[in-house]
């Protein structure tokens, strides 16, 4: 790809993300969702999340790996479990880091 | 000069006290993705300009092996499209709050909108429509994570090769994204759509372009509508058995989000205390 190939990609994909997220934005007054559909979008944030972070989790080099010897499932329970106990973010990712690294280093 | 209102302005505060407890979390992951970025066939300008243009880490990440292969510009455009879709469902949900502002305003405020600022945004459960300080609250967020991610990506670019991958600090990015889960799971149906999403997410984890993010949401969605209308139905089935509680039958349709909407606001002060 040649250079000026390159910037206009990114402008092409700068376009296409301020569509994707601007497009119910745009439509404005003209589309109101309905209601059902409103109160089921609220469900979407977190679906999102949970497959984000799931499959981060749980999957090591595409195999489920459900046990302790996946380090970032170890880490991802004992942060889980800091963070529902403490509720504090920061310390929630200071023991994820920490069992995350000590699983790594001492497997 | 410019002065904005009083709300505004603290509502802009607010916004970033909501969101500075993610803020390590998303340099941390800017930081990954900019060492990822430079150690890509880009150079540092292009990474930084790519970077500073797109604002959409995963679509960024997502399009360097295309750009690495020579993939022609319709499939990076397709990758960056299908990334990004869940910002479509995203826009959805923002449109009732911001439909009264100008179209320029709009653009402005759908481009500046991330996974983690929507999230918390969407967890103070503000009315539709105009409310004072709600578009303050969405800028003090949403700017404070594109401050930092801009900041910290460009750091990534430039150490480059100074900060391995090794480290972990990815992994940060994906522990931060836990709390907010926690946060957001306030009910039984909730929980059925999350469980369903990351089940979804799992199987469908092998699909490319990230279709299983789009997949599960959809199937999440679907989830929450049938969970939402059987327990409309369960509630009008004990209003209609139970004739002393027909007069409340207006309130048996509100009950669960109404439980909900003070659970999730429980939890949103409760960390701002944290």
Not at chain 2, 146 to 157: P, R, Y
Not at chain 2, 195 to 221: M, Q
Request: charged share 10%.
């Amino acid at each position: 790809m040649s250079t000026f190939d390159i910037w206009f990609a990114f402008v092409a994909m700068t376009a296409i993300t301020i569509v994707t997220r601007t497009f119910f934005l745009l439509a404005g007054d003209r589309v109101t969702l309905p209601q059902r559909l409103q109160r089921a979008l609220r469900y979407a944030p977190a679906a999102a999340l949970a497959v984000i972070v799931v499959p981060e989790v749980l999957l090591l080099d595409h195999q489920f790996a459900l046990h302790l010897g996946n380090h970032k499932l170890a880490a991802a329970v004992a942060a889980t479990g800091w963070f529902v106990w403490r509720r504090n973010m920061i310390e929630m990712i200071v023991i994820g880091m920490v069992v995350y690294t000590l699983g790594r280093l001492f497997q | 000069m410019l002065r904005l209102p009083a709300a505004e302005r603290n509502g802009f505060a607010a916004g970033f006290r909501i969101i500075s407890p993610l803020l390590p979390a998303i340099f941390s992951w800017g930081l990954v993705t900019g060492v990822a970025m430079s150690k890509s066939i880009l150079t540092v300008p292009q990474a930084i300009g790519m970077s500073l243009m797109l604002y959409a880490g995963s679509a960024q990440l997502a399009s360097l092996p295309l750009f690495a292969a020579g993939m022609p510009l319709w499939t990076i455009l397709l990758t960056v499209g299908i990334v990004n879709l869940r910002f479509v469902i995203f826009s959805a949900a923002l449109q009732p709050h911001f439909s009264y502002l100008s179209l320029p305003r709009r653009i402005v405020l759908g481009y500046v909108n991330g996974d983690l600022g929507f999230v918390m945004f969407m967890n103070q459960n503000f009315a539709n429509g105009y409310v004072p300080g709600k578009e303050g609250t969405y800028y003090g967020i949403t700017l404070s994570n594109w401050a930092v991610w801009h900041v910290s990506s460009i750091l990534g670019i430039m150490l480059g090769a100074l900060v391995p991958d090794s480290w972990g600090l990815g992994f940060a990015g994906t522990l931060a994204l836990i709390p907010m889960m926690v946060h957001t799971i306030t009910s039984r149906s909730t929980l059925l759509a999350v469980a369903l999403a990351s089940v979804i997410g799992l199987l469908a984890f092998d699909l490319p372009y990230r279709l299983n993010l789009v997949l599960g949401v959809l199937g999440a969605l679907a989830a929450g509508m049938v969970c939402d209308d059987l327990s409309a139905r369960h509630a009008k089935r004990l209003a209609l058995a139970n004739p002393p509680a027909a007069a409340n039958d207006g309130n048996a349709h509100e009950g669960a989000p109404e439980g909900e909407r003070e659970g999730a606001q429980a939890r949103a002060s409760g960390e701002r205390r944290s």
